[in-house]
């Protein structure tokens, strides 16, 4: 089965736009499946990085006083 790759938009009117040099061009039927382009995070912080940024923020005793303090809160 011969397959075709390529990007294109939806047009307002909802038609998409082949391309001219496609082999798929004249043929009797096709399938079509389309899927939304997935937006990518650009440059991504790394886990050493975000360490690094964030070390030191929350001492970890007041966290654990916070949680303790939050259950007994909670379950009243």
């Keep these: 089965m011969k397959t075709l790759h390529f990007r294109t938009k939806i047009s ?3 038609t998409i736009q082949i391309p001219e040099n496609s082999v798929l061009k004249n043929a009797e039927e096709v399938d079509v499946i389309i899927m939304a382009e997935e937006k990518q995070v650009k440059n991504p912080m790394k886990g050493e990085a975000f360490v690094k940024k964030w070390a030191g923020i929350l001492k970890s005793e ?3 006083d916070a949680k303790f ?8």
Excluded: A, I, P, T
């Excluded at 303090?69 to 009243?76: C, I, P, Q, R, S």
């Design 62 to 64: 007041d966290v654990k």
């Design 12 to 14: 307002k009117r909802g």
């Design 69 to 76: 303090d939050y259950l007994m809160e909670k379950h009243k």
